[in-house]
Nanobody, 115 residues
Framework: QVRLVESGGGLVQAGGSLRLSCAAS????????MAWYRQASGKERELVAD???????NYVGTVKGRFTISRDSAGNVLYLHMNSLKPEDTARYLC?????????WGQGTQVTVSP
């Protein structure tokens, strides 16, 4: 069964850090270009960071230098390390492929950053 389960979110003060995890099952993340997305309340979902099949990474400008995307291919887990968090990072974070094929969206994990 193809499934994505995100975890690791929570409430943190501005300047703090979190590590998000995305456990994939039913497919191999290394075979796809993978990405983290986020959706803030009342806003559209946006791509935050992606990692290609070859391992190259890309970030949206607002998180560049603060967030790091990585993968544990052996464990089939995608990570997002978030440092220097800002209130504007508050959103529900979800993972999925960046390719034409997408897995069913998971529930995501809520990140709330207080001032």
């Amino acid at each position: 069964q193809v499934r994505l389960v995100e975890s690791g979110g929570g409430l943190v003060q501005a300047g703090g850090s979190l590590r998000l995890s995305c456990a994939a099952s039913g497919f191999t993340i290394r075979a796809y270009n993978m990405a983290w997305y986020r959706q803030a309340s009342g806003k559209e979902r946006e791509l935050v960071a992606d990692i290609t099949r070859a391992g190259s990474t890309n970030y949206v400008g607002t998180v560049k230098g603060r967030f790091t995307i990585s993968r544990d291919s052996a464990g089939n887990v995608l990570y997002l390390h978030m440092n220097s968090l800002k209130p504007e990072d508050t959103a529900r974070y979800l993972c999925n492929t960046k390719d034409a094929w997408r897995a069913p969206w998971g529930q995501g994990t809520q990140v709330t950053v207080s001032p």
